[in-house]
């Protein structure tokens, strides 16, 4: 064990390098053990690491593949697959042709070929056919009016996936005779496969009922062409596909725990789907952390108590932060001369926000260390200024773009420390 500080920057560096797209497809092929005639399909934003680390994997019994990432998120060429960037979080028209060279390569495959279906976030974007009827101009248009409305990625989605050929199992169903194994990357809490850029080869669990509620809960007003494709029901069961999550928030956490307890900490995970507003997710790890120093519990020190999720945060002022940094700003308030603990949390992306941080990490001395520098923990967090106020008192985390994107690592992390000062 070295400095609570050092320990947790281990913590987060060691488990997000466990969890990389490349290390588990490759770990999963090996299981699979899949037969020579593979045609490879990849989409979303880790798209390209996927493929890569695949090709690597099954070189020639590779006979043909499509990737397709967002633009700039490309490495360059991978022999013998056709690389793609298009349009995210908006799709576009490289969206439409290189989904449309993904469809041409698995129609007509026969029972003896094997379709490897490599997922990530960033899929609904960056995958799309729209049903005839539709054009790319709607759904352009419908993608916007859902990002704004206040819908969740799993209500999102349950529309997205009925205006699309290739979505809602839909491109499973392209595929078949052939087998699709899916390996997929989840962005979505609780791991919902159907959600997960909208379950292309995933049986969906939303029905054509739930869409109209959701069109009634946001008051969406589509046109009547829009509404019509909303009527068709997708797949509820598929014959032809198995699916394996490669990576997650319940990994990176699991692998965090794992990092804890080599260093000597006790170690557990209180959840994997926290989803409330940052600041109050703040005040409530800080209760926590309090507990522990004052009655050590729920765990016997040192420890480390993980969480993992994405909170939210309301933006109402004008400053620079995001969803990790704004949590541990409001948990130093409620940690204040306790000492013995330290709350970090950070996007497993590496980006938190639109900042050039991965997220922050407080102790007891932090909201002291801000009132000497005369700012108001409030005030920042009502301006929504949480970068700032923590770049001023050395409490940021970077790491840098990581290559995995798997929600936010949380943890409160104590030693042996009992010391609450008055
Ligand atoms: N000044 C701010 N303070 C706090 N949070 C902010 C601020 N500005 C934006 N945000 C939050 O940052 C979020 C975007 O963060 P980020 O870019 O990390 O996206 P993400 O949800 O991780 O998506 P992705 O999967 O693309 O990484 C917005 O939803 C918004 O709530
Ligand atoms: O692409 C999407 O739909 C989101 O990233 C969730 O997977
Ligand atoms: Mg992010």
């Not at 360059?76 to 390569?105: F, Q, R």
């Not at 007509?108 to 005839?132: C, H, I, Y």
């Not at 959701?214 to 797949?235: A, G, M, N, V, W």
């Not at 923990?377 to 700032?388: G, K, T």
Request: aromatic fraction near 4%.
């Amino acid at each position: 064990m070295k400095s609570l500080r050092e320990d947790a920057i281990r913590i987060i560096e060691d488990s997000i390098s466990s969890i990389l797209p490349e290390k588990a497809v490759e770990q999963e092929l090996k299981k699979l053990d899949l037969d020579d005639k593979i045609y490879l399909v990849a989409i979303g934003k880790a798209a390209w690491r996927m493929a890569k680390s695949a090709k690597d994997c099954l070189k020639d019994k590779v006979k043909g593949g499509v990737v397709i990432t967002k633009y700039g998120h490309s490495q360059g060429p991978i022999e013998g697959l056709k690389i793609y960037e298009a349009g995210h979080p908006i799709p576009d028209e490289n969206t439409i042709s290189s989904t449309k060279e993904a469809v041409e390569l698995v129609k007509g495959l026969s029972k003896d070929d094997t379709v490897l279906f490599l997922v990530s976030g960033g899929g609904s974007a960056l995958f799309e056919l729209p049903v005839d009827g539709v054009s790319l101009e709607d759904i352009k248009n419908v993608t916007d009016m859902l990002l704004r409305c206040g819908a969740n990625i799993v209500e999102i989605n349950a529309i997205r996936k009925r205006m699309s050929q290739v979505k809602g199992g839909r491109f499973a169903l392209m595929a078949s005779p052939a087998r699709v194994y899916s390996l997929v990357l989840s962005d979505v809490l609780g791991d919902r496969l159907d959600s997960i850029a909208s379950g292309p080869a995933y049986p969906d669990s939303t029905t054509c009922e739930d869409v109209r509620k959701i069109i009634r809960k946001y008051d969406l007003k589509l046109p009547r062409h829009i509404l019509q494709s909303l009527s068709e029901e997708t797949p509820k069961s598929l014959d032809n596909v198995e699916t394996r999550i490669i990576g997650s928030v319940s990994k990176v956490c699991e692998s965090a725990k794992n990092v804890a307890v080599s260093l000597g900490y006790n170690a557990m995970i209180l959840t994997t789907t926290l989803d409330c507003e940052a600041s109050e997710a703040g005040l409530f790890l800080a209760a926590i952390a309090r507990e522990e120093v004052e009655k050590e519990r729920p765990i016997k020190r040192p420890c480390v108590i993980i969480l993992g999720g994405e909170t939210v945060v309301h933006v109402k002022g004008t400053g620079k932060g995001g969803r990790n940094q704004e949590l541990v700003l409001s948990a130093a308030r409620g940690i204040k001369n306790y000492h013995g603990a330290v709350i970090a949390s950070i996007g497993t992306d590496g980006t938190d926000g639109p900042t050039d941080a991965a997220g922050g990490i407080v102790d007891g001395k932090t909201a002291k260390a801000l009132e000497e520098a005369g700012i108001d923990i409030d005030d920042v967090l009502n301006d929504n200024d949480s970068y700032h106020a923590l770049q001023k008192v050395n409490s940021l985390i970077r790491t840098g773009p990581t290559g995995t994107n798997v929600n936010d690592l949380i943890f409160i992390l104590c030693d042996e420390t009992k010391v609450r000062e008055n």
